[in-house]
């Protein structure tokens, strides 16, 4: 049986996990899915977050673990994972990056959309106006996060979602192949996403190649398609 630490992606909380969690759970695994520094309901100041606390958030939970661990990052939790890989990868089993944005050593994550200007990731996207934290537009919610979930499990998202800290997304990641490259990579492409496009995934493969796995579904395969997530899940963890 395996342990999984399970990432979420930006706005959102552990709790989009819920799903998922206990499919694994049903299969003897053991699962962990964390809400980061100012998110979910974790209460510190979300303007105050930084790319450090999150990486320290989940090293400690790391540090409690008595097996190696598989480590999933959904979308802007990739940026987390690969840092956390970086500090803690002798405590890594694998990587997992579920369409998770997978920047370079030397690289910020908004430095991988920025060449793509008319992602409706960035025109949904709302800056308060100290400039330290985002949001979306509720409006593009059900297409830019959830356009093949069911409108139960998509309104109760909705209602979750909390402003997320800026920093993560202009912190460039330190990597080097001793460390984070020794950590076993896999991505599992989502290629109907629309925050994060197929082809942005691919170039980021493309970058740093890993071992692909293809699910047909948009951005949140953790509600929209849970069964296959957690068996692909399951897969990387039994290789």
């Not at 409108?151 to 920093?167: F, K, N, T, V, W």
Request: aromatic share 6%; proline share 8%; with cysteine.
């Amino acid at each position: 049986m395996a342990t999984f630490i399970l990432v979420h992606g930006a706005c959102h909380g552990g709790w989009c996990w819920e799903k998922v969690t206990p499919i694994l759970e049903g299969h003897g695994h053991k699962v962990c899915a964390p809400d980061l520094p100012g998110l979910g309901k974790d209460l510190t100041p979300p303007a105050n977050v930084t790319l450090a606390d999150n990486v320290e958030r989940i090293s400690r939970l790391l540090d409690k673990m008595d097996e190696p661990v598989v480590l999933v990052g959904h979308a802007l939790g990739g940026v987390t994972i690969s840092q956390v890989a970086e500090a803690r990868r002798r405590k890594l089993k694998a990587l997992v990056y579920v369409c998770g944005l997978m920047p370079p050593s030397g690289k910020a994550s908004r430095e991988m959309t920025a060449g793509d200007p008319d992602m409706l990731f960035r025109r949904s996207r709302e800056i308060s106006p100290d400039g330290l934290t985002y949001t979306f537009v509720r409006s593009q919610l059900p297409a830019l996060f959830y356009t093949d979930v069911s409108p139960e499990d998509r309104y109760r998202a909705m209602e979750r979602l909390r402003p997320q800290p800026i920093s993560i997304s202009k912190t460039p990641v330190t990597l080097t192949e001793e460390r984070y490259g020794s950590v076993p990579r896999w991505y599992i492409e989502c290629t109907q996403d629309l925050a994060i496009r197929i082809a942005r995934q691919r170039a980021m493969v493309k970058a740093l190649p890993c071992k692909v796995i293809t699910m047909e579904c948009g951005h949140s395969p953790f509600y929209s398609q849970p069964e296959e997530l957690a068996q692909h899940l399951e897969t990387i963890a039994s290789s």
